[in-house]
């Protein structure tokens, strides 16, 4: 099996701060990319708690307003989807930046309920942000079932993929999937 990549997704705060984080490429074209990151100690975002060991799979794509982290536990269940509202999506060799509107939302594996986080960072972001942040909020509410849906659907085809061979389980080989 060939190597997967290793790339960078950097993330540029309202205040201008960069943060790097190193992933996985799994996926990627001229205007989309999913990585993979393993979380590695247990932590809470909004009401979710997330185990050590789940996964994240980061979806982002150049033209929408948003990002998508798909949390799901090893076996696959979803934990819940962190929809970053986002502006300015580059695509550079070796990296993924991005620009961070302050506002997230949480939604729950069901896609049913919504949480809305860091609301006390985006009153303080000068008006022409929260205006881009309020129209990216808008457009993630309005499309939330297919966005949801499209997601789900790549990382249930990407988990199939790197799927552990049956009879090949005890010497830890993983085959592409056809």
Known sequence: MART??????KVTTTGERQEFVCRLLDR??????????????????SLRLPRGALTYGYFWEGRPYNVYHWVRADGRTLGFYVNLAN??????????????????LFSPDGGHVQILDEEDF???????RAKAEAAKAHVLTHRDEILAEVAA???HLRGRHRVVPHERNRGVKREAP
Do not use: N, Q
């Open 5 to 10: 990549a290793v790339i960078k997704e950097v």
């Open 29 to 46: 074209s001229a205007a989309h990319a999913v990585v993979l990151y393993k979380i590695k100690e247990a932590r809470r975002v909004g």
């Open 88 to 105: 300015e999506v580059r695509f550079r060799p070796g990296a993924i930046e991005w620009k961070d509107l302050a506002l997230d939302l």
């Open 123 to 129: 009153v303080l972001l000068p008006p022409e942000v």
């Open 154 to 156: 790549v990382t249930a």
